[in-house]
T-cell receptor
Framework: DTGVSQDPRHKITKRGQNVTFRCDPISEHNRLYWYRQTLGQGPEFLTYFQNEAQLEKSRLLSDRFSAERPKGSFSTLEIQRTEQGDSAMYLC????????????FGEGSWLTVV | GENVEQHPSTLSVQEGDSAVIKCTYSDSASNYFPWYKQELGKGPQLIIDIRSNVGEKKDQRIAVTLNKTAKHFSLHITETQPEDSAVYFCAPGAGSYQLTFGKGTKLSVIP
């Protein structure tokens, strides 16, 4: 039973560079979510997909952020022109639409912008 | 939007004692009430959840109680063990597609 997989687990980048994170959800889960978590805070919702359609975006998702799920399987989250305020853990999660709808999280991708 | 508050923010208990964490929320449309446990450097792990048509749910040493009228739900851990030490988050949601997390409660179980 494979869980939600995220890559890379850690990324250090210089301010102004672009970074991309990948998420592989639990097999057959058609919903995929991205959350962001800063130190000492709870995760905050960024966006979610149902299959390949992006159905909701938080106001936290500035125009420097873009998420895709091209074939309804894995997803990528790209941050352009990174800023120090982007330093956080980016969490991916997945769930089924029907049934229990339990949301399962991955281990997260830590981003440090220097 | 949903306003979620968790209390207490930190909690220390002796091993074997019980721990209770309370979560209050504002959105009356919320109908899904999970609790997540997060260990250092890891993602949140679901430990128990409840839906609005149920008042209480128990799973071994862990239980969740819900008071929809008062808009709060609580996590109860009995017979605490050192491995229960972690940060616990409540995360109420409507339709379970978008969860709003509290700020977390750091639980320390002292051997």
């Amino acid at each position: 039973d494979t869980g939600v997989s995220q890559d890379p687990r850690h990324k250090i980048t210089k301010r102004g560079q672009n970074v991309t994170f990948r998420c592989d959800p639990i097999s057959e889960h058609n919903r995929l979510y991205w959350y962001r978590q800063t130190l000492g805070q709870g995760p905050e919702f960024l966006t979610y997909f149902q299959n390949e359609a992006q159905l909701e975006k938080s106001r936290l998702l500035s125009d420097r952020f873009s998420a895709e799920r091209p074939k309804g399987s894995f997803s990528t989250l790209e941050i352009q022109r990174t800023e120090q305020g982007d330093s956080a853990m980016y969490l991916c999660a997945s769930s089924l639409v029907a049934g229990r709808n339990t949301i399962y999280f991955g281990e997260g991708s830590w981003l440090t912008v220097v | 939007g949903e306003n979620v508050e968790q209390h207490p923010s930190t909690l220390s208990v002796q091993e074997g004692d019980s721990a209770v964490i309370k979560c209050t929320y504002s959105d009356s449309a919320s109908n899904y009430f999970p609790w997540y446990k997060q260990e250092l450097g890891k993602g949140p792990q679901l430990i128990i959840d409840i839906r609005s048509n149920v008042g209480e749910k128990k799973d071994q040493r862990i239980a969740v109680t819900l008071n929809k009228t008062a808009k709060h739900f609580s996590l109860h851990i009995t017979e605490t063990q050192p491995e229960d030490s972690a940060v616990y988050f409540c995360a109420p949601g409507a339709g379970s597609y978008q969860l709003t997390f509290g700020k977390g409660t750091k639980l320390s179980v002292i051997p």
